[in-house]
Structures are given as C-alpha cells and as structure tokens.
C-alpha cells in the first residue's frame, strides 16, 4: 500500500468516526490493520475496502479495535486516585446522601481503573460500597469491555499494585491468570461507547467524577477539546474531571475550572461563567477560593475576562464605582503600552507598563508584555528577571517560558534554551514558536531528524489557522507569521537536500 495516497481516506473515516489520528509512525499500524481485516473480509481493493467501512459499523469496530492502544494497569497514577477517595470524594458522599456517588472511567480499556477504583472504596467502606457507589467503565473498544466484565488479569496488570491487596482482592486461576471477586466485580458496570458519538448513555449521565485519564494523548487537538467538552457538560455542577499528568495542561482552554490541590491538579465544573480560550487576553490572577469548606488554590486562567474577576472581589469591593473605573483606565492604559510598543517606542511604553503595576500589580499582562518590551530592547538580563517574577506567580504562564527560551538562545545556552521551549510546549503542543525555535537549534547542531520534525511541525500549526491569530497567539507584541512559513519550508528544503 502506497501511503501517502491511499491511506488518507481511511485517516479521514477514522479521525471523524472514532477520533484517532494516524500520522508518521501510526500509520505502519494503520496499513498493516487495514491489511489484515481486508483479508478476513474476503475484500480485494482498498475502494472497496473503505466502502465496506463506511456502510458497515460492525466491520468499522472491528478495525478500530486493532488499532486501540490498551495500555493500563491497576493503580497507575496512585497519587491522583489517593486525593480522589480520600480528599475529594467525602463531600460528595455527603452533598449526594443517600444517592449513591457517580463515578465514570472514560477510556477504561480492559478495566484496571473502575476496578482499582472499586478496590480503594471497598478498603474504606467495605460492603456499604454497593449503596454508596455507581462506578461505570466505558470504551471504544468491545473486545477490552468484554475482558474487563470476565475480570481475569495477567501479571503485568498488576506491576504497580500492592500484594497484599492481590491476595485480599483477586483468585488465582488455573490458567495463570488473576479473577476479581465478585463482590468488587458487582460493583462496576461496563459499557461500549464511542466518545465521539453525539449522545452517552443514561449510565454515563450527570456523574460527579470523571476519569479520563491518558486516554487524550492518541487523538488530535480539535478532537481533545471536543470529547473533553462533551465530558463536561455530563459533569453535575461543582462535579470534577481528572486527566493524566502528561494531558493536564492540554485541556486548561476554559471549559472548566483547572483547580490545584498540593502539587497536584484537576478540572472543576463551576456555574455558568464566560470564558475565553487560554492565553488570548488579558490575564488576571485568582485568589484562592473555598470550596466545600476546603481551601483550594485555583489556578490562574489567562483568559478570563473582566467579568470574572469582578465576580471574584467581594460583593463591597464589586460594588465600588471607583474601583471599576480604576481597573477600566489600567486596560486603557495597557492598550495604548501596546500601540507604542507596535510604533517601536519600547521606553515610553516600559513607562506606562511600570505605572499600571504600581496601580495594579495583580494584572499579569502588564508584566508579560514588559518582558517582551525588554526583549526587544535587547535588555535580555532585565527580561529574565520579568519572566522569573511571571513564574513565581504563574507556573502555568506559556509567555514566561517563551521568552526564557529565547533569551537563552541569544545567550548562546541552547541546552537551557530546548528545556524551555519544551516546557512551553508542555503547556500547550500547539505553540509554534516553541517548534521553531527548537527547530533552528537542532538545524544548526545538524541533528536532521529532529530538526526536520520540528519544522514540519511548525509549518503545520502555522499553516492551519488565521496567520494574524498565529503571529500574536503568545506575545502582546506581533509576529509575522507568513515569515516564519517561509524560514520553514526554505530549511526544510536544505535539510531535504542534505539527504543527498
């Protein structure tokens, strides 16, 4: 099979049917599941291959269960279950009384997590788990529901479980494997479903958790913020959603509330309020909040409008004309820091910037655009320090790592540089400038692949949208992105050159 031109169709059916992405290295996996279903189906060309998909549904499964990641084990990720039972889950079980508690596993694969989950709940509250508790389990994947239901596991489903809580909870078989025992098997109900289809069943409505957790990271962008926009809305108010570690800063776009708890995080849904996407505006710091009588730290959102903040002071504060009128003449202000900053008159506008951070140093933009301010001055040692104050009050500020990222390039610390390109790309996978930066580092270190890959990503995410939005997407100050189409596609022609 030739890929490039004949693999696109089933791409296209895969990624609108089920979500997933088939590019580069999938795509081996991809032509050899294709292969092999056409073979059992009797079917001699890929057209008529792709027409079998696209009118048969039990055939379109069939292939999309080759090609499932089922990755999981008991107790991955302990630490997110521990703050779930034992610091989340009580004030649910006192706000829901006597209804049970809803729990939901989106992505569940073979069933290690419900059923870790059940194991963990079993350990605190013994047998009044079965009126306490719904916990359902759903997938994509009708072969690994079916195995989740048996409950019979192999050994490396248990590499990061304790063995007392094997002998307490699992029976050995005689064909090597571990069964679940009934009473936790009770516990958890199972079910398939596509989490891209237009409508969950009724086991899967108004949960008060969601794990979706490393499930994310096998599909595209647009898709990660589909499903995990239908997940919320599922959500009862005040209801939670906990994704992987890797996936956490993915998902921070708005939709819910990203909630730190230690070091660790998850999404709250909170009442209806207007959000923007992350790190388009303005940004303005959260103060922590209450919740449930437990102090939580909410973490900063950069695109939370005016609105919010407001709805944040109390309601003595909130009422204050005065202070209204003070915080509409700081936007005034920084908006006229901007159009000086676009005339290159970078002193004058640092001077502005410098008055509305005497007036309100809670107004994170302000020292963003300051750093790139002293950037572009070529102030690089007074930029650092801006970004090492944006961190100490922002951990999450992509523009802090960008800037870092650059000005250790220009320092010549291309290592120092890479580590913060790529913790901006952590923050958000789609922040071009990060890949092109580290694209020019690895180009001229000669390291082709990489640097090849970072170009090609660049040009993607520069080539897939409204280049004004590209070009100002993580500074207050523009960069002309059609520049940076060309720089690309030209190294990539040098890099492809080199080859020969």
């Known amino acids: 099979m030739n890929r490039n031109s004949n693999l696109a169709a089933f791409k296209e059916l895969l990624l609108r049917t089920c979500g997933h992405s088939f590019e580069k290295d999938r795509e081996q996996a991809l032509s050899k599941s294709i292969t092999k279903r056409m073979k059992v189906r009797g ?10 998909l696209m009118c048969d549904s039990d055939e379109l499964l069939r292939l999309t269960e080759l090609l499932t990641v089922n990755e999981t084990y008991f107790f991955r990720e302990p630490d997110h279950l521990n703050m779930v039972i034992d610091t989340l889950l009580p004030e649910f079980m ?38 306490l508790f719904d916990i359902v389990g759903v997938d994509i994947d009708s072969i690994v529901i079916a195995s989740a239901k048996q409950g019979a596991y192999g050994k490396n489903s248990f590499r990061g479980m304790d063995p007392s809580l094997l002998e307490r909870y699992f029976d050995p078989s005689c064909s090597g494997k571990y069964q679940v025992r009934d009473y936790i098997k009770k516990l958890v109900r199972f079910e398939v479903v596509n989490l891209l289809d237009s409508s969950y069943p009724v086991r899967m409505q108004q949960p008060d958790i969601i794990l979706y957790r490393n499930v994310s990271i096998y599909f595209p962008g647009q898709v990660q913020r589909e499903i995990f926009g239908k997940l919320a809305e599922l959500l009862v108010d005040e209801g939670l959603l906990l994704v992987g570690v890797s996936e956490t800063f993915h998902h921070d776009v708005g939709i819910l509330s990203l909630i730190r708890q230690g070091p660790l995080f998850y999404y709250r849904k909170t009442p209806p309020i207007i ?43 909130a009422s204050d004309v005065s202070g209204l009128r003070q915080l509409s003449d700081v936007r005034e202000r920084f908006d006229e820091a901007i159009t000086l900053a676009h005339l290159n008159k970078y002193d004058k506008a640092l001077d502005i910037i410098a008055a509305i951070i005497e007036q309100d140093n809670s107004f994170e933009k302000a020292y963003s655009l300051k750093g790139s301010l002293l950037m572009n001055a070529s102030r690089f040692d007074e930029a650092r320090s801006v970004c090492e104050t944006i961190l100490n009050r922002d951990l999450l500020c992509l523009e802090a790592y960008l800037m870092l990222g650059i000005i ?40 082709v692949k990489r640097s090849r890959n970072s170009f090609e990503t660049t040009l993607k995410i520069l080539e897939s949208g409204s280049l004004k939005e590209r070009g100002q997407a993580f500074f207050p100050l523009s960069y002309n992105a059609e520049q940076f189409i060309v720089i690309c596609r030209h190294k990539l022609s040098l890099l492809d050159s080199s080859k020969g």
Request: hydrophobic share 35%; with cysteine; aromatic share 8%.
């Open 43 to 52: 079917v001699d060309g890929h057209d008529a291959y792709i027409s079998l």
């Open 94 to 131: 006192t706000i829901r009384s006597p209804k049970p508690v809803r729990i939901v596993s989106a992505g569940c694969s073979t069933g290690e997590e419900p059923y870790t989950i059940a194991i963990m709940l079993w350990e605190r509250f013994g047998a009044d788990c079965e009126r």
């Open 275 to 317: 959000f923007a996407e992350r790190r388009s505006s303005k940004h303005i710091s959260q103060p922590a909040v209450q919740w449930r009588g437990e102090s939580v730290q909410a973490v900063p959102v950069s695109t939370i409008r005016s609105v919010i903040r407001q709805a944040r002071l109390p309601e003595k504060q």
């Open 408 to 447: 250790a390039r220009q320092k010549g610390n291309n290592d120092e540089a890479i580590k913060r390109f790529r913790e901006a790309i952590y923050l958000d996978a789609s922040c071009w400038l990060a890949h092109f930066h580290t694209a020019e580092i690895l180009f001229v270190q000669k390291d």
